[in-house]
Each structure stands twice: as structure tokens, then as C-alpha cells.
């Protein structure tokens, strides 16, 4: 049961087989169909969602009714609004499975137990927090001062495989450009780098 | 000579779409024992089982993706396929045509139900098989061979048994149309009601029929019914099938390439590595750019 999460958590925290196994009372693991929201925005966000597979998107609506996506989660990601879970306050997030998913539900109290039982596992969340602010630097700096083509070229690096599994849209709101300077970057690159040879 | 007899006679599971103008059912690689390994050099076997589309003014197919290790092979028995590519070419596949696209380095292509095909609606009936590329082609340049209906070199059978085309490959002989890198029969065998037909290839060869029209019996025994697959074993050589009804069936033998297989999506290569940078080739417009 809950084997990648198992795989994921050993590999990277350190936390043994044994303490592990302690911890299945605090996880669910659910098949959830695309399209199932599993956060809605002005509810409190009582879990978080570890995709074993499939694709989850974080995401926010406007008043004028258009969608920002904040955060992909593909397979071996982590995505829930963290600071909802830990106040204990309502969201400004939507949480969307954009595919088929299997996903691993896991709550504050999962985090709070692995904590006691486990001091690899507390340094291991600490630099999970320390890496989650860092992440969320970069997207503000990103945000803020690059080009379309430099916030494209991060974004294939983080994600290397979403552009054939996501539409050209929700790439676009993710790196907060239009549809079409998104076709006019992917245009350019191809400019650059394609030599038809035949 | 030894009978090639037949390993399972498999009936096409639920289809699925692709993109929306492709009804499938896959055999090759999903269906039980058919996965990539097994039928080296064939990776992906789709059938579009004969069905009707509506009339409508916005084509259905699948929009711009990606392909690079291997070889697509579109055979169009009922409707009209047109396609676009990242390097300007584009084409129709009509009925009774197929197309053998190389991808090879890679290629962005769209494929779509013709446009006067769409207006009418229409029964629409395919295959698309993907071949794979041995090592040293994976990352040739690529390439078409337009294998129009007309081009495709047809054996009368004697005694009014029917034809075959050979795609590719060989019979009796006559040589196919379409070149291939490694040795691939690829026939579309046509047999009137009673009619009767006689291969031969290496054990080795892996062997397999779809039938696309019509019911045929193998080796006088087990009966193969409309859009059924046929795997053949690897002990023997020789097998003959017989149509009980007028009968269409595609045959396909290959010799298997036996290199290491990394397949991911729309990319088949030989490593993980070699994946991950057709992944950055990709993003970073190595492929070309195409407009949906």
C-alpha cells in the first residue's frame, strides 16, 4: 500500500520501512476521475495531495472569471495549499485533478506524527518548507522581471513533460502570458533550432 | 516445414478516442502478451473499426504531437485522412492508401479527417501501426512514402481465390512498394468467399493478422471474425488461411530488431537518457513549430 508515496518519503526523508507503516492510519489513497475537485476556494484545505499518478493543477479565478494556475502536480508531487492547512484558514485556491489520478491524501496530523516519531523525517519537512519558499521566490522574481521566453525555457525545466499532456492555455496562465505569446516563444525557439533535413 | 499455428485469437476491447476523430481499440501494446517486446518490431498497433461520423464543418482528428524513434504507418481502409508536418509537408491519405511516415530524428504533425470527408460524413475504417527503428536510424532524417492505392503492387491469386497487396515486403516473389529499414511484410490479403491463401516466413518473424473485413479460418481451424486479431507462433513457418465469408485481413511479420526498448508517450527509443532529451528536444522547438 501506498507504495511510490512509501518509496518517495524512505528515499528522500530518510524515515525507516517500519515508521512508515505506523503512519498508514494518517493516509488515504483515492482514484480519483479528471476533473474531481479536491479544494474548492473559500473552503478551509484540510489535506495534502501526493500524486502517485496523474496530474493535479493548483489554480485561482478572478473576478472577471479567468483562471491563474498557480502549481502542476504531476506523478511524485506534492500540492495543497499549505498555509490553509496549517492556519487553519479559508483558501483562495481551487485544487483540479487534470487527468485520471491516484492520489495520496495526507493530513496536518500525518506531518505532526511522522514529526514525533521521526527526527529524520522533521529536518526532512523543515527543508521541504525551506525548498517551498525558494520555489515561491523564483516564481515571484519570474513573475515579475522575465522575459516570455526566459519563464517558458524554467518552465520545460521543471516540467519536462507537461506541454504534451496540458493545453497551450493553462501553460500560458501558469507563466502569466498570453496563449499566443506562448505560440509566438514556441515559434521563435523552433526558428532557432529546427533544420528540416528532408 | 514446420505449421506456424496460432498462438490467441484476441477480440478488440473498448475503444477509445484519439483526439476526437480516432474510435480505437489498441492491440499492440496493451492487449495480453502484445506488448512491445513480444512483437518487436511492431510497438503499437491502433484499429479504427469501421464506424460512421457525423456530417460536421470542423474536421475531427488529433492535433499537433510529436514522434521520433520510429515509423508510422497509416492504412486507410473507409474514409480520408488529411495530415500537416512541422517541415511544410501535408497530404491526404485516401481509401485503399498508406501512408509510411519515417519520423525517425522527429517530426510535429496533425492528423484530421478530410475535409470534404467531414462535410459528407462518413464510415470511417483504419489502422496506424507504429515500427519500430533499429539504433542506427532512430535519428535519421525523416522522411514519406506516399503508398497511394495505385502504386501498391497486387498478386492475383490463382483460381479466383482473390489478391493480395503488398505493402511491403514480399510475396510469391513480388516485391512490396513501401521500403523498410529492417524485414517487414506488411499485406493486405483479400479472399473471395472459399478463397484461400499460403505464407511462409521465418519462425523468428513475429506474425499477426487483423481482420478488417469478413471471417477467415487459419490452418482449416480456428475461425478469426471481423476485428479480431490473430496472433501466429514462433515454431513454425507455414500457415494458410481460408475466408468463410469475402474477407479482408491485414498481415503483418517482422523480423525483431532485439534492441533494448524506453518508450515514453510519442517518443520510442533505446534509453532513458535518449527519452529525456527528446523531451528537451521537443520543448525547445528542435521538432520544428507546427500551428494547431
Known amino acids: 500500500m501506498f507504495l511510490s508515496f512509501k518509496t518517495y518519503l524512505v528515499e528522500r526523508s530518510g524515515i525507516s520501512d517500519l515508521e512508515f507503516q505506523s503512519l498508514h492510519p494518517y493516509l488515504k489513497e483515492k482514484e480519483i476521475p479528471k476533473g474531481t475537485i479536491l479544494l474548492q476556494k473559500r473552503a478551509v484545505c484540510t489535506h495534502s495531495f501526493f500524486v502517485e499518478s496523474g496530474l493535479l493543477r493548483s489554480y485561482s479565478i478572478d473576478q472577471s472569471g479567468k483562471e491563474h494556475v498557480i502549481q502542476f502536480a504531476p506523478e511524485g508531487w506534492i500540492i495543497t495549499d499549505r498555509s490553509s492547512v496549517f492556519f487553519n484558514e479559508p483558501s483562495d485556491y481551487y485544487i483540479e485533478a487534470i487527468e485520471p489520478s491516484t492520489v495520496i491524501y495526507f493530513s496536518n496530523d500525518f506531518i505532526r506524527k511522522a514529526s514525533e516519531i521521526s527526527a529524520a523525517f522533521r529536518n526532512y519537512n523543515e527543508r521541504l518548507l525551506q525548498n517551498h519558499i525558494r520555489q515561491l521566490q523564483h516564481r515571484i522574481q519570474f513573475l515579475l522581471e522575465a522575459t516570455a521566453e526566459e519563464r517558458y525555457l524554467d518552465f520545460i525545466s521543471i516540467y519536462p513533460d507537461l506541454l504534451l499532456r496540458v493545453p497551450q492555455w493553462m501553460i500560458a496562465s501558469y507563466l502569466g502570458i498570453t496563449p499566443e505569446s506562448l505560440s509566438r516563444v514556441r515559434k521563435e525557439l523552433a526558428k532557432r533550432h529546427f533544420s528540416p533535413r528532408n | ?292
Not at chain 2, 476526437?20 to 489498441?26: E, K, P, T, Y
Not at chain 2, 514522434?67 to 491526404?92: L, P, Q
Not at chain 2, 491485414?250 to 530488431?257: T, V
Open chain 2, 1 to 292: 516445414m514446420k505449421t506456424k499455428t496460432v498462438e490467441r485469437v484476441y477480440a478488440p476491447i473498448t475503444p477509445h478516442f484519439v483526439g476526437d476523430g480516432f474510435r480505437v481499440h489498441n492491440f499492440i501494446p496493451s492487449a495480453y502478451q502484445l506488448d512491445m517486446q513480444r512483437m518487436d518490431p511492431f510497438i503499437m498497433l491502433d484499429y479504427n473499426s469501421k464506424h460512421y461520423f457525423s456530417a460536421t464543418d470542423s474536421p475531427r482528428g488529433v492535433g499537433v504531437h510529436p514522434h521520433r524513434g520510429f515509423e508510422t504507418v497509416t492504412i486507410a481502409y473507409k474514409g480520408k485522412i488529411a495530415h500537416h508536418d512541422s517541415a511544410g509537408n501535408n497530404g491526404v491519405i485516401g481509401e485503399g492508401d498508406v501512408q509510411w511516415m519515417t519520423a525517425a530524428s522527429g517530426i510535429l504533425h496533425k492528423e484530421y479527417h478530410e475535409r470534404e470527408f467531414s462535410k459528407n460524413g462518413g464510415e470511417f475504417q483504419m489502422v496506424q501501426l507504429w515500427v519500430n527503428l533499429p539504433a542506427a536510424y532512430k535519428m535519421s532524417a525523416p522522411k514519406y512514402q506516399e503508398v497511394t492505392n495505385n502504386t501498391i503492387k497486387k498478386v492475383e491469386l490463382p483460381d479466383n481465390n482473390g489478391s493480395i497487396e503488398i505493402i511491403s515486403g514480399e510475396y510469391d516473389g513480388n516485391k512490396g512498394t513501401a521500403q523498410t529499414f529492417t524485414p517487414i511484410h506488411l499485406h493486405n490479403v483479400k479472399l473471395n468467399k472459399g478463397g484461400k491463401a499460403a505464407f511462409n516466413f521465418p519462425a523468428h518473424y513475429n506474425t499477426a493478422m487483423l481482420v478488417v473485413e469478413g471471417e477467415v479460418s487459419v490452418n482449416d481451424g480456428e475461425i478469426v471474425k471481423t476485428d479480431h486479431f490473430v496472433l501466429m507462433d514462433n515454431k513454425g513457418e507455414h500457415f494458410e488461411i481460408k475466408a468463410t465469408t469475402n474477407a479482408i485481413v491485414l498481415l503483418l511479420s517482422g523480423e525483431p530488431i532485439n534492441e533494448p526498448i524506453a518508450a515514453h508517450g510519442p517518443f520510442v527509443m533505446n534509453s532513458k537518457e535518449e527519452l529525456i532529451q527528446a523531451f528537451e528536444d521537443f520543448n525547445t522547438g528542435k521538432f520544428g513549430y507546427l500551428e494547431d
